[in-house]
């Protein structure tokens, strides 16, 4: 397969990504993608994609923590200005605030970032 075939079928980023989002598999959205909490098939058991190409590395946990950083910066703003809670109540309820939002974004960011490297043939999944 040439660089120009490859650049005429192109594979639907979008897709690809909101796939990985609900944690399925990229090609056809059918097959799950992990096979525990983060560790990513080798190959999809729906439609015999290779998956194990993959290298989301670092980024599905940087991700999380510049998100989960935005989402709770504002609200401890107003937690302090406007409720003062007591400090040991705030630290409680921040802390599993992260730690929930951070379990929820890490595997669905890691499906998202696994969508990416498909849709654009990275590492791997280009090959024919």
Known sequence: MTDA???AEDRPMRQAMLRGWRRKCPNCGAGPLFEGYLKVRDTCPSCQEELHHQRADDGPAYLTILIVGHIL???ILVAYTHYRPDPLIMAVLLSIGCVALS???LPRLKGAL???QWAKRM??????
Request: proline share 6%; net charge positive.
């Open 103 to 105: 379990l929820y974004l």
């Open 5 to 7: 075939t490859m650049l």
């Open 73 to 75: 910066a504002p609200v």
């Open 114 to 116: 696994v969508g990416i």
């Open 123 to 128: 590492h791997g999944f280009g090959k024919s």
